[in-house]
């Protein structure tokens, strides 16, 4: 039950954090269309800045819980590192429990009050003169925060596991760096 939960968590995070990766993407496009219209044809937008912006932050906070399934959150590794996986999962257990679940329930208590507010008002950036919508990007804030909760509580049943068994259960493998994927091709003499 605890493994298909975490296999569900995980493919919920990398599904969630994969699309919004396509957000790359109209990034680029958009902010080609600004430096294009800026400097070849002196007619700046006024709406670049604040969806770039918009963008990115929903790009980031969207990859928050993919991020967590994968142990690429920042950590205190010179000391971590040194311990056995059973007194990790121990600490980790311990930190979840008192810090990561209250501050994500914040996240998601004080992101519904911020976007129910925003949608109610139908609030637009105060940043530019275009008055770019944002209430819907609001919600990004309880969407990111129920996803983090969601893989919080499959990395606690990690740390259950790994108290039990002696080594962590990592999640499967699903992008590899292109500088890996070349250091194997050159030591296969595939270069």
């Not at 995980?10 to 294009?36: H, R």
Request: positive net charge.
């Amino acid at each position: 039950m605890m493994i298909r939960f975490i296999q569900f968590a995980d493919n919920l995070s990398a599904w969630f954090a994969k699309s919004f990766g396509w957000v790359i993407i109209l990034m680029t496009l958009g902010m080609s269309y600004e430096v294009l219209v800026r400097y070849a044809l002196n007619s700046p937008t006024t709406w670049s800045l604040d969806v770039s912006f918009i963008m990115y932050g929903t790009l980031f906070m969207m990859g928050g819980a993919y991020t967590l399934s994968r142990g690429g959150h920042v950590r205190g590794d010179f000391i971590y590192r040194l311990w056995r996986p059973r007194t990790q999962a121990k600490v980790d257990l311990v930190l979840y429990l008192f810090f990561f679940f209250p501050g994500v329930t914040a996240l998601v208590l004080t992101g519904w009050k911020y976007s129910a507010r925003s949608w109610g008002y139908g609030e637009v950036s105060v940043n530019s003169p275009a008055g770019v919508p944002i209430y819907q990007f609001k919600t990004v804030i309880v969407a990111a925060g129920l996803l983090l909760f969601i893989q919080g509580i499959a990395q606690v049943m990690r740390c259950i596991l790994c108290m039990r068994e002696g080594y962590w259960r990592e999640a499967e493998e699903d992008v590899r760096e292109t500088e890996e994927i070349l250091i194997k091709q050159r030591a296969e003499g595939d270069l």
